[in-house]
């Protein structure tokens, strides 16, 4: 037997008008009562294990309680008109868990797994410099490891100015438009790259770059959150950000082969690294065009007649993610945002502590994972042997970033897990700090390995910035704020390690154990100031009458 809710019975106002004084139950005389279809047995307690999500009868219900379900909140929640999916939600609407399961894996292949290859193009062009550098690319264009340091700060400072403009034109003109527009527009800066003379056109492109790629990975998350649940987002965060890892070890074996072409023509082979990886970036964004809908109930083109989902399956992904979040129905995909709203976002001291790790919590892996293979070179690895010896550390990264994405939803604790990255850096670093001349090159590079095949949090912080957002006008917004302190951050690191201190970096490195030693205590600031907001919330709570919880929006900060 399937596991439901007992039906429960609404108040439904009727247009006929009655002359009895009274109804049984306490109903007035222009109400009368209706059944309203079972729901399924609440979720949100059960715990999923490691490796399995939790066991539901297929053929049960798993439609999920919500504000819905109340005549009252139904009224205060319901959607507007102009919300582009409002034809599709029904609070009367029921599936089964077999349905969902379904859906779910057909948004996963249809929405998901391009979204993953996006960031994998992105990355792939972001990245690149790295491979770049062990081709004696800084030596060709006359650069110092300084210049390389003012181009890296310089991509992270467009990076972080374009943050929230993108977003703003994002919600205008929608992600389905913007995104493959942004790829576009820098897989041409990208593969332009091929035709550098020196320094200045070197810090031109990283500038351009910046601008160009500022704001893609929030437009990205937002447009996901169209099709997802706040539960099921974090863990594909996880997958979405392993497209990262992928684009740097494929990136690494693509290095080995294209650096070959050094010669050819007479030009170097990180000239045709940045050419043929621009050009591989453009047909995906072009494709891009073709492959985002707008949203669930807009998959239908001239390309694609009969769209991606038939009218239940609509229905039900519309309705399972109002149930989960009635704010996803504020703004529709073409509504802006105003300066009012922008301000009134950045006036919430509530995420002001999640701004302050992203300002600091990358900065002590940043340096050593931005100069392995150039250090690896320093050390007197070829070119072909430094491209190579990259590709544990990202594997280890990879493995590490999905193990402590799922810590995090098992322990349900975000400070913790993502706290966790400074306890595996310190100790590795103070280990660097001490290498000497004399050092091994093969101890080097086993301690720099660790370093930088640290546990990647960055997706567990940015999911719980998201969900301590309110609707999708200040999730998007919060999210840009958050990046534009992760890409401040990215300034910060890139002018840490200096040519006068190459090539172990001792003073640099001291920098970092200082740093790391601070963002130990400010972790522990954090969860002192959320668990303090939650008890405060509880207690106010605990203190309303059941009416007032029912007519109230309550919203809780995740620590």
Request: net charge positive; glycine share 6%; hydrophobic share 45%.
């Amino acid at each position: 037997m399937s596991t439901v809710l007992a039906k429960p019975l609404y108040s439904k106002a009727i247009s006929e008008g009655s002359d009895s004084g009274s109804i049984k139950g306490g109903l007035s005389p222009t109400e009368s009562v209706i059944e309203v279809p079972t729901l399924g047995a609440p979720v949100a307690t059960q715990k999923a294990s490691f490796w399995r999500r939790p066991k539901h009868e297929l053929d049960s219900i798993a439609t999920q309680p919500s504000v819905f379900d109340d005549p009252v909140t139904l009224e205060k929640y319901r959607p507007p008109p102009s919300w582009e999916n409002t034809h599709r939600f029904d609070p009367a609407a029921r599936w089964t868990w077999r349905e969902e399961y379904r859906i779910v894996r057909k948004i996963d292949w249809l929405i998901m797994i391009w979204a993953f290859i996006m960031f994998f193009s992105l990355d792939l062009d972001r990245s690149n410099i790295s491979q770049a550098n062990t081709d004696n690319f800084l030596n060709d264009l006359g650069l110092t490891t300084n210049d390389f340091n003012l181009g890296n700060t310089l991509f992270k400072l467009c990076f972080l100015i374009a943050e929230l403009p993108s977003q703003l034109i994002s919600k205008r003109v929608g992600p389905d438009v913007w995104i493959p527009s942004q790829m576009v527009l820098w897989s041409f800066v990208s593969l332009s790259q091929f035709w550098l003379k020196g320094r200045a056109s070197f810090l031109a492109t990283r500038c351009l770059l910046g601008f160009m790629q500022g704001g893609f990975i929030p437009d990205v998350i937002l447009y996901l959150s169209y099709f997802y649940t706040k539960n099921e987002l974090p863990l594909r965060l996880a997958w979405f950000w392993v497209s990262n890892y992928m684009a740097e070890i494929i990136g690494a074996f693509m290095a080995t082969g294209l650096l070959k072409l050094r010669g050819v023509g007479g030009r170097a082979g990180w000239r045709y690294l940045f050419l043929i990886e621009g050009g591989l970036t453009l047909a995906i964004g072009i494709a891009s065009f073709f492959m985002m809908p707008p949203s669930p109930t807009q998959t239908k083109a001239w390309f694609r007649p009969k769209g991606w989902f038939t009218e239940r399956e609509e229905t039900i992904i519309v309705n399972r993610v109002l149930r989960d979040d009635p704010s996803k129905s504020n703004m529709h995909n073409r509504q802006g945002l105003s300066i009012r709203m922008i301000w009134d976002i950045l006036k919430d001291w509530r995420m002001w502590p999640i701004y302050a790790l992203g300002i600091v919590f990358m900065v002590p892996v940043t340096p050593p994972q931005t100069y392995l293979t150039l250090s690896l070179r320093n050390l007197g690895y070829t070119t072909t042997q430094s491209n190579l010896l990259s590709i544990p550390s990202k594997f280890l990264g990879m493995v590490l970033l999905l193990v402590f994405c799922y810590l995090s939803e098992i322990i349900d604790s975000r400070v913790i897990s993502t706290a966790l990255l400074q306890v595996w850096a310190l100790p590795l670093l103070i280990a660097l700090y001490t290498f000497d001349a004399k050092t091994s090159p093969w101890v080097y590079f086993a301690v720099v390995t660790l370093i930088t095949g640290f546990p990647y949090v960055h997706p567990v912080q940015v999911a719980w910035a998201s969900t301590n957002s309110g609707g999708v006008g200040t999730r998007t917004v919060s999210a840009s704020i958050y990046n534009m302190f992760v890409q401040a951050g990215g300034i910060i690191s890139a002018n840490i390690y200096r040519d006068d201190d190459k090539p172990l970096y001792k003073r640099g490195n001291r920098v970092l154990i200082g740093i790391c030693v601070m963002n130990m205590f400010l972790y522990l600031f954090v969860y002192v100031f959320y668990k303090g907001i939650n008890k405060r919330r509880d207690r106010i709570w605990n203190s309303w009458t059941a009416k007032v919880r029912t007519l109230s929006h309550h919203l809780a900060v995740d620590p």
